[in-house]
């Protein structure tokens, strides 16, 4: 088996170089290294949530810091915190049923039926208070009689009882690791399929001889398309260029491929082509708590001319896009200023260097944003695997997938040292 550190360090230097692109695959990747961390990770008897969370932070508060902008990267870290605290409650909360029962089972013979509901609720409340200190689980499960924990009685007395409880607790241990790991495969399964999931709503919302319009390159738009056509949707898109990478020459010329009626437009040409559309798609690099997108640069524009006229503003976006955070937060990176070579060649602008002043500070600056941010108010609707929501439904979209203690990985991991 690999090395764990090992992985980190690799996947490391390949976020820092930036030699993942997209935030599915970057999505994939952290959750599949999460998953061999927390595989080769070692549980005590006590605390095994408390100490896969801590071996989970470290890995994360160094895979965030590598690449802030991929807000991907700290979405994943942050589902698979969520995991092991809802595993962890729910085997918490399994033991504290299986106690029940059995206080219930073992007074059924008595006489006094209030004497049976009595005791039943005492040994509930003391398995309850037994969970809110450490260690929590073993606590209470050691506190369950032998004959409920062994079902075979052993005539080797003591030997063999201390034996069944040491094995009773190694598989506890395994117990928490395997579901924790079954649960990150099922998200790995659900970034893998997001694309298929978001398709099959398409029929829903594309229509006949509609106009559609779509800024650069996204996977999650072409496969929305194409599930359309499919369907036996006749419509049209106009693909806006998304200079200055121009993606929207790829994804033209995979709609070209697929069957579908294509235009390519220049992003300057938006506003004079949005009256002849009848919807905007679009992918999103992330959406944040409060609706807002983080897209391609340029796609403000896109919404704001959608807006002018009265067109809706649809973004597709999986849910591991789906970040906690809001725009205003310090640990939230909007922006990255990528390389001046494509806007320019350096060579044709040299003569722009001021040599003379003997400082060599340039007269010409070429800024090279990478995404735009475009505020909720602009935004129609978001379709993700889980469905069509509005802007201000997110945020209790976004609380089912993570929890409250997790938000800051950062700040948690850095004050814990």
């Given at each position: 088996m690999p090395d764990t550190q090992a992985l980190v360090n690799d996947f490391l230097n390949k976020l820092k170089k930036r030699k993942i692109e997209g935030s599915q695959a970057t999505a994939r990747q952290t959750a599949e290294l999460l998953r061999s961390v927390i595989s080769q990770q070692r549980v005590p008897y006590t605390n095994q949530a408390g100490a896969l969370i801590d071996a989970v932070k470290a890995i994360g508060e160094q895979l965030?810091?590598?690449?802030?902008?991929e807000l991907a990267v700290g979405n994943i870290v942050?589902?698979?915190?969520?995991?092991?605290?809802?595993?962890?409650?729910?085997?918490?909360?399994?033991?504290?049923?299986?106690?029940?029962?059995?206080?219930?089972?073992?007074?059924?013979?008595?006489?006094d039926r209030d004497g049976d509901s009595t005791?039943?609720?005492?040994a509930v409340a003391a398995a309850a208070r037994s969970t809110l200190r450490p260690p929590s689980l073993q606590t209470l499960l050691e506190d369950t009689p032998v004959s409920a924990a062994v079902p075979q009685t052993s005539s080797s007395g003591g030997d063999s009882e201390g034996k069944?409880?040491?094995a009773d607790k190694s598989?506890?241990?395994?117990?928490?690791?395997?579901?924790?790991?079954?649960?990150?495969?099922?998200?790995?399964?659900?970034?893998?399929?997001?694309?298929?999931?978001?398709?099959?709503?398409?029929?829903?919302?594309?229509?006949?001889?509609?106009?559609?319009?779509?800024l650069g390159s996204s996977r999650t738009v072409l496969e929305f398309l194409f599930a359309a056509k499919e369907k036996k949707r006749s419509f049209r898109v106009f693909v806006a260029e998304g200079a200055p990478r121009y993606q929207g020459h790829l994804l033209a010329k995979e709609l070209v491929a697929r069957g579908l009626q294509t235009t390519l437009i220049t992003d300057s040409a938006v506003f004079a082509m949005i009256s002849r559309v009848n919807?905007?798609?679009?992918?999103?690099?992330?959406?944040?708590?409060?609706?807002g997108v983080i897209a391609p640069v340029g796609m403000n524009l896109v919404?704001?001319?959608?807006?002018?006229?009265?067109?809706?503003?649809?973004?597709?976006?999986?849910?591991?896009?789906?970040?906690?955070?809001?725009?205003?937060?310090?640990?939230?990176?909007?922006?990255?200023?990528?390389?001046?070579?494509?806007?320019?060649?350096?060579?044709?602008?040299?003569?722009?260097?001021?040599?003379?002043?003997?400082?060599?500070?340039?007269?010409?600056?070429?800024?090279?944003p990478a995404f735009d941010y475009v505020p909720p108010k602009l935004v129609s609707l978001f379709i993700t695997d889980a469905g069509g929501h509005n802007p201000s439904y997110m945020?209790?979209?976004?609380a089912d997938y993570y929890s409250a203690d997790d938000l800051v990985v950062q700040r948690r991991a850095t004050a814990g040292n």
């Amino acid at each position: 088996m690999p090395d764990t550190q090992a992985l980190v360090n690799d996947f490391l230097n390949k976020l820092k170089k930036r030699k993942i692109e997209g935030s599915q695959a970057t999505a994939r990747q952290t959750a599949e290294l999460l998953r061999s961390v927390i595989s080769q990770q070692r549980v005590p008897y006590t605390n095994q949530a408390g100490a896969l969370i801590d071996a989970v932070k470290a890995i994360g508060e160094q895979l965030i810091a590598a690449n802030p902008v991929e807000l991907a990267v700290g979405n994943i870290v942050r589902r698979v915190l969520h995991i092991i605290r809802e595993e962890d409650l729910s085997l918490t909360t399994a033991a504290i049923g299986g106690l029940n029962l059995s206080a219930v089972s073992d007074d059924e013979n008595d006489d006094d039926r209030d004497g049976d509901s009595t005791l039943s609720a005492a040994a509930v409340a003391a398995a309850a208070r037994s969970t809110l200190r450490p260690p929590s689980l073993q606590t209470l499960l050691e506190d369950t009689p032998v004959s409920a924990a062994v079902p075979q009685t052993s005539s080797s007395g003591g030997d063999s009882e201390g034996k069944s409880k040491s094995a009773d607790k190694s598989s506890r241990s395994r117990k928490l690791k395997h579901d924790v790991i079954e649960a990150v495969n099922e998200l790995i399964q659900d970034i893998v399929t997001c694309h298929e999931q978001i398709a099959e709503q398409a029929v829903e919302h594309i229509h006949q001889n509609e106009v559609i319009l779509t800024l650069g390159s996204s996977r999650t738009v072409l496969e929305f398309l194409f599930a359309a056509k499919e369907k036996k949707r006749s419509f049209r898109v106009f693909v806006a260029e998304g200079a200055p990478r121009y993606q929207g020459h790829l994804l033209a010329k995979e709609l070209v491929a697929r069957g579908l009626q294509t235009t390519l437009i220049t992003d300057s040409a938006v506003f004079a082509m949005i009256s002849r559309v009848n919807m905007v798609i679009v992918g999103a690099h992330a959406v944040m708590a409060n609706g807002g997108v983080i897209a391609p640069v340029g796609m403000n524009l896109v919404a704001l001319a959608a807006q002018k006229h009265a067109v809706p503003f649809v973004v597709l976006a999986g849910s591991h896009k789906l970040c906690p955070l809001y725009p205003h937060n310090p640990e939230v990176l909007l922006n990255e200023l990528r390389s001046p070579s494509e806007l320019l060649d350096f060579g044709e602008f040299s003569d722009c260097m001021d040599f003379g002043s003997g400082s060599g500070s340039p007269l010409l600056h070429v800024v090279n944003p990478a995404f735009d941010y475009v505020p909720p108010k602009l935004v129609s609707l978001f379709i993700t695997d889980a469905g069509g929501h509005n802007p201000s439904y997110m945020y209790r979209l976004i609380a089912d997938y993570y929890s409250a203690d997790d938000l800051v990985v950062q700040r948690r991991a850095t004050a814990g040292n």
